[in-house]
C-alpha cells in the first residue's frame, strides 16, 4: 500500500488521514487520525474527554 501524503507530518495545513473506528465506551462509530492497531480501546471525542477529564 502506498502512502499518497508528500512530505512530512506535522502540524499547519494540508488534510490529516482519518481513520474509522468504533468507540470502546459508546459503540458509536467515529474518525481518528491514526490507525487503530486492536490492542488499545480507541474513543471518540466526547468519550475521550470525558475519561481526560475523570483525572486519573
Known sequence: MA???GGGGGF???QR???KATC???QKECEVPFKP???RPVYCKE???KRKGAGR
Request: net charge negative; charged share 20%.
Open 3 to 5: 502512502f499518497d501524503q
Open 24 to 26: 470502546a465506551d459508546c
Open 47 to 49: 468519550c475521550f474527554s
Open 37 to 39: 492497531s486492536g490492542d
Open 17 to 19: 488521514e482519518m481513520f
Open 12 to 14: 499547519g495545513g494540508g
